[in-house]
């Protein structure tokens, strides 16, 4: 199943321009909130009208303002998983799952009790909504999708509702549906670590637009842009005047870095607080430790460069730190972890 | 004690109350979908009849319906139907007093419902018809309801516009609140309080019956 989505929409504060082809793979759409992906999906499902496009469905036109189509939601075959799942809260979840099915309503009661089977819920088929717990809240939305029959999936932040505990049981869960599922599945989520371990490629997602498209591991490898970067977890961020040697100076952190061949676009320099390394070598910093920011397994040393303006994010292990803690210390960024970037 | 005016007030705040029930949810789910100008306009137009004077109401239903005016006299010559001075006139004046306390009610029920729950709804398929009686309806049963009684008992204790229009003829247009001003005036005390204390009992226990549905709303 392909899905192809070419769409512009004006709406307050931004423009919505989004253009993007997925083919039976899971596409993670990841951006800030407030960056348009919620909105994308509104208009893929038909629950908003794009201002100008074209979105289609394995070949199946959903959508498209010169040849004057707009299919309702209704008969677009697109799954939905809202945040909030949108059960209907005056409907069991039995009731729930038996308004999924479509068309002729004999036998429905047996496709519902297979989905309940199914989701290990039978126990729960004549509780409310209300009376479930949020990940079972999330298995009867998702087997109300199933049963539907839809050509693709859309997930719309789906564990924003959950408490971050029950969020790694249920993604495996989710992992396991989308498998199970064998189409195109577009995911959209703030949080890079689950977009990573639910998808096979991903967009970047910034004011309404697409800024970078590829596999996982090379978006997250070469995020182009800045806020990109940002995105995908690169805290250490700072902008760049490119030198006539080819080499680039960082203002924030006041050195001189080179970097093999410069991109004449780029505007800044960004390397992961992981990807900093101790000791002398290639693109050396000396620097005095400003604060150490203790996580649960690992330290966060705050390093502020002779000469710089702001300090950079350095991440080590938290026994080793205790072994060589220092006020002043000499790191290196190497250049292959050195992501250039547009601005 | 002739008990007309009761039975006359009853059918008339029933008849209204049911107009007014299947009018007051229609435009208050179609003035949620108007754009924010229009729906300013509306708004203050379908609830005007709330905050004027029911005299006020009145003389401008007369304006209209009178057997001279534009509304009364096509309805004389083509129906053959007087619009003032008879019992189901005052159903019209009531239901143009009682329209506002429907509408405001469905329209806090409807904007406090969830839309992503039609959507879901949408995008599984289920017909827009299918969604409003069998989703939205039931999600937003507990504000409609409790709207519908405390128009139902608006509609029992309306006098202003009814006795403009409709007047006060014993036996046929004599309602519970004309039949106590006129027993009043009429220095008939004993049998006003008679009526007075009917129609307490009466709004009483409409009220009671809010009171319980609102506060199965706020268990719910």
């Given at each position: 199943?392909?899905?192809?989505?070419?769409?512009?929409?004006?709406?307050?504060?931004?423009t919505?321009?989004?253009?993007?082809?997925?083919?039976?793979?899971?596409?993670a759409?990841?951006?800030?909130?407030?960056?348009?992906?919620?909105?994308?999906?509104?208009?893929?499902?038909?629950?908003v009208?794009?201002?100008?496009?074209?979105i289609?469905v394995?070949?199946r036109?959903?959508?498209d303002?010169?040849?004057?189509?707009?299919l309702?939601?209704?008969?677009?075959?697109?799954?939905y998983?809202?945040?909030?799942?949108?059960?209907?809260?005056?409907?069991?979840?039995?009731?729930?799952?038996l308004?999924?099915?479509?068309?002729?309503k004999?036998g429905?009661?047996?496709?519902?009790?297979?989905?309940?089977?199914?989701l290990?819920?039978?126990?729960?088929?004549?509780k409310?909504?209300a009376?479930?717990?949020?990940?079972?809240q999330?298995r009867?939305a998702?087997?109300?999708?199933?049963l539907n029959?839809p050509?693709?999936?859309l997930?719309?932040?789906p564990?924003?509702?959950?408490?971050?505990?029950l969020?790694?049981?249920l993604?495996?869960?989710?992992?396991?549906?989308?498998?199970?599922?064998?189409?195109?599945?577009?995911?959209?989520?703030?949080?890079?670590?689950?977009?990573?371990?639910?998808?096979?490629t991903m967009a970047l997602?910034?004011?309404?637009h697409?800024?970078?498209?590829?596999t996982?591991?090379?978006?997250?490898?070469?995020?182009?842009?800045?806020a990109?970067?940002a995105?995908t977890?690169?805290?250490?961020?700072?902008?760049?005047?490119?030198?006539?040697d080819g080499?680039m100076?960082?203002?924030?952190?006041g050195?001189t870095?080179?970097?093999?061949?410069?991109?004449?676009a780029?505007?800044?320099v960004g390397i992961r607080?992981?990807?900093?390394?101790?000791?002398p070598?290639?693109?050396?910093?000396?620097?005095?430790?400003?604060?150490?920011?203790?996580?649960?397994?690992?330290?966060?040393?705050?390093?502020?460069?002779?000469?710089?303006?702001?300090?950079l994010?350095?991440?080590?292990?938290?026994?080793?730190?205790?072994?060589?803690?220092?006020?002043?210390?000499?790191l290196?960024l190497?250049?292959d972890?050195?992501?250039?970037?547009?601005? | 004690?002739?008990?007309?005016?009761?039975?006359?007030s009853?059918?008339?705040?029933?008849?209204?109350?049911?107009?007014?029930?299947?009018?007051?949810i229609?435009?208050?789910?179609?003035?949620?979908?108007?754009?924010?100008?229009?729906k300013?306009?509306a708004?203050?137009?379908l609830?005007?009849?709330?905050?004027?004077?029911?005299?006020?109401v009145?003389?401008?239903?007369?304006r209209?319906?009178?057997?001279?005016r534009?509304?009364g006299?096509?309805?004389?010559r083509?129906?053959?139907l007087r619009?003032?001075?008879?019992?189901?006139?005052?159903?019209?004046?009531?239901?143009?007093?009682v329209?506002?306390?429907m509408?405001?009610?469905a329209?806090?029920?409807?904007?406090?419902?969830?839309?992503?729950?039609?959507q879901?709804g949408?995008?599984?398929?289920l017909?827009?018809?299918?969604?409003f009686?069998?989703?939205?309806?039931?999600v937003?049963?507990?504000?409609i309801?409790?709207g519908t009684?405390?128009?139902?008992?608006?509609?029992l204790?309306?006098?202003?516009?009814?006795s403009?229009i409709?007047?006060y003829?014993p036996?046929?247009?004599?309602?519970?609140?004309t039949?106590v001003?006129?027993?009043?005036?009429?220095d008939?005390?004993?049998l006003?309080?008679?009526?007075?204390?009917?129609?307490?009992?009466?709004?009483?226990?409409?009220?009671?019956?809010?009171n319980?549905?609102?506060?199965?709303k706020?268990?719910a």
């Amino acid at each position: 199943m392909s899905l192809v989505v070419d769409i512009e929409k004006t709406l307050p504060g931004f423009t919505l321009k989004m253009a993007f082809a997925a083919e039976n793979e899971t596409l993670a759409l990841l951006g800030a909130s407030g960056s348009g992906k919620s909105m994308t999906l509104k208009c893929i499902a038909g629950i908003v009208t794009p201002d100008r496009g074209h979105i289609e469905v394995d070949g199946r036109v959903l959508f498209d303002s010169d040849k004057h189509i707009n299919l309702p939601p209704q008969q677009r075959r697109v799954g939905y998983l809202f945040q909030q799942y949108a059960l209907f809260p005056h409907m069991t979840a039995r009731q729930n799952l038996l308004c999924g099915v479509r068309g002729d309503k004999k036998g429905a009661g047996a496709k519902a009790d297979g989905m309940l089977a199914t989701l290990g819920l039978t126990a729960a088929a004549d509780k409310l909504p209300a009376q479930l717990s949020g990940g079972e809240q999330q298995r009867i939305a998702l087997g109300r999708i199933l049963l539907n029959g839809p050509d693709i999936l859309l997930l719309d932040e789906p564990f924003s509702a959950l408490d971050s505990h029950l969020r790694f049981a249920l993604e495996g869960e989710l992992r396991r549906t989308i498998r199970d599922f064998g189409r195109t599945v577009v995911l959209v989520s703030h949080d890079r670590d689950e977009a990573y371990r639910l998808s096979d490629t991903m967009a970047l997602v910034e004011n309404g637009h697409v800024t970078a498209r590829g596999t996982k591991e090379a978006i997250f490898a070469h995020p182009r842009t800045r806020a990109g970067a940002a995105l995908t977890g690169c805290k250490n961020l700072s902008p760049i005047t490119l030198l006539p040697d080819g080499r680039m100076l960082a203002d924030d952190w006041g050195v001189t870095l080179a970097a093999g061949d410069v991109p004449k676009a780029a505007r800044y320099v960004g390397i992961r607080m992981h990807a900093v390394q101790y000791g002398p070598g290639e693109n050396e910093i000396h620097g005095a430790v400003t604060e150490v920011v203790e996580n649960p397994f690992s330290c966060t040393v705050m390093v502020q460069p002779r000469g710089g303006k702001k300090p950079l994010g350095w991440e080590v292990d938290k026994s080793w730190w205790r072994d060589h803690r220092a006020d002043s210390v000499t790191l290196h960024l190497p250049k292959d972890a050195l992501l250039l970037l547009e601005e | 004690m002739d008990w007309f005016p009761l039975w006359n007030s009853l059918r008339i705040a029933a008849v209204s109350t049911a107009i007014v029930f299947f009018a007051g949810i229609a435009l208050a789910y179609y003035a949620a979908r108007l754009p924010r100008l229009i729906k300013g306009v509306a708004d203050v137009i379908l609830t005007l009849p709330l905050v004027l004077p029911p005299t006020v109401v009145g003389y401008l239903l007369l304006r209209l319906l009178g057997p001279r005016r534009i509304l009364g006299a096509w309805a004389l010559r083509v129906l053959g139907l007087r619009l003032t001075m008879t019992w189901w006139s005052a159903i019209i004046a009531t239901a143009v007093v009682v329209f506002p306390l429907m509408y405001r009610t469905a329209r806090g029920a409807f904007e406090s419902f969830d839309e992503t729950l039609a959507q879901a709804g949408q995008t599984l398929g289920l017909s827009n018809t299918y969604i409003f009686w069998r989703i939205r309806m039931p999600v937003c049963r507990q504000g409609i309801l409790a709207g519908t009684v405390l128009t139902f008992a608006r509609a029992l204790g309306e006098y202003g516009a009814t006795s403009m229009i409709a007047g006060y003829t014993p036996g046929r247009t004599a309602t519970v609140s004309t039949t106590v001003y006129q027993l009043w005036r009429t220095d008939n005390d004993a049998l006003a309080l008679r009526w007075v204390l009917v129609n307490v009992a009466i709004s009483a226990a409409v009220l009671l019956a809010v009171n319980l549905l609102e506060r199965r709303k706020g268990a719910a």
